[in-house]
């Protein structure tokens, strides 16, 4: 099969190297301008991904095509939003897939969103609830810059005011107050439906995992993950001096049927005495 070949109206990312790329829509008779020179768009016209261009200064650009991660971080910002290391765990906590109905709200840029969008595939659906107009036409923009906007449907509104949708596979939470979302996310989710809630302060998770202990989850978890870049070059591999010291909080947790019961920790001696118990029960057997 032919290898594809970069058309008039294709977003491209052109590649100097990995802390100067740009994320560029290819339009015919147009010249994108960098401090290296200029670059005529038409030369990248017919070429195929990952061919080397010139600049008007003779300096060598790459042509790549752009992934997901690269929608997320060159998505034209508004808000804070969720880095790829987040959004890959998020997206693994909450199950969801080819087909998935789910809800998520702050929409904010839609960074979330569109990784989200990606994951649940032109069968499944994202409805995203956002309060704040302006930033929904962003998300919207650049939901269509990465021809992902028909597996979303973008609302308008206050999400702790209720949920519309039923049955949802997950709810997926990066709002400051989540708390006040799970009682309506548990009349919301299928029994055994998920919710996935990002929360950069630890008061935050405080209080949404009290409200998921008191509205039928279990399964209650919350993780940070860190993410250390690595310097690689021979002698001197090791991790680079300055890294995102913090981002967020994912905590993660499932609806069950019966909501009276409680996902508590049980303590060191509780887990002991069940423990004996079991062994007790071995032996008499
Ligand atoms: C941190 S941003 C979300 C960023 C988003 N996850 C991303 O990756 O681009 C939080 C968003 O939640 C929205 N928001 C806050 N409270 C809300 C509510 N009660 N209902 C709907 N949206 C809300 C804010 O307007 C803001 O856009």
Known sequence: MANELITDGDYVLIYLDSRRTYMIKIEAGKTFHTHKGYLKLDEIIGKEYGEPIKSSLGVTFTTLKPILTDYIMKSGRNTQIVYPKDAALIVMFSGIGPGSRIVESGTGTGALTTALAHYVGSTGKVYTYELR???QKNAAKNLQRSKLIDNVELKS???TMGIEEQDLDAIILDLAVPWLVIPHA??????SGVLVSFSPTIDQVVRTTEALRENGFVFIETVECMMRTMQVER???RPQTLMTGHTGYITHARKIIMPSIQDKTAT???ELAIEENLVE???KS
Request: proline residues 5%.
């Open 186 to 191: 548990f009349k919301a989710l299928k029994p």
């Open 157 to 159: 509104g206050d999400i």
């Open 268 to 270: 060191d001696e509780q």
């Open 281 to 283: 029960e071995i032996e």
């Open 133 to 135: 107009s302006e930033f």
């Open 235 to 237: 002698g001197k591999t």
